[in-house]
């Protein structure tokens, strides 16, 4: 198991920028990628963008790619969500999750392990 904890959100106002951090612990020498994914009030948990560890391949929703760059820092166990030119349908709760499996990278259902979110609110 990889126990998971975000940081890194708050409010921003539209066009602004956030980064996000996940510092992972626990059995991480097995993950295979890591994932970061969002969820709105009403809405679904959706993808946002994910990194696989070996090849290093990223992967970002349509809604964010050119905005959003997900990078990871071995040597501390970490994964970044970058934020740029931020608009208010970003708001949501954004989740980190990991994964030992071998999929899409897209889908929640690949994913094990999860944190207890960060809140992000983007106003206009």
């Known amino acids: 198991q990889v126990q998971l904890v975000e940081s890194g959100g708050g409010l921003v106002q539209a066009g602004g920028s956030l980064r996000l951090s996940c510092v992972a612990s626990g059995r991480t020498f097995s993950l295979s990628a890591m994932a970061w994914f969002r969820q709105a009030p009403g809405k679904e948990r959706e993808f946002a963008a994910a990194i696989n560890w070996s090849p290093i391949i990223t992967y970002y929703a349509d809604s964010v790619k050119g905005r959003f760059t997900v990078s990871r820092d071995n040597a501390k166990n970490m994964v970044y969500l970058q934020m740029n030119s931020l608009k208010p349908e970003d708001t949501a709760v954004y989740y980190c999750?990991?994964?030992?499996?071998?999929?899409?990278?897209?889908?929640?259902?690949?994913?094990?392990?999860w944190g207890q979110g960060t809140q992000v609110t983007v106003s206009s």
């Open positions: 999750a990991a994964t030992t499996n071998y999929g899409s990278r897209r889908s929640r259902l690949e994913y094990d392990d």
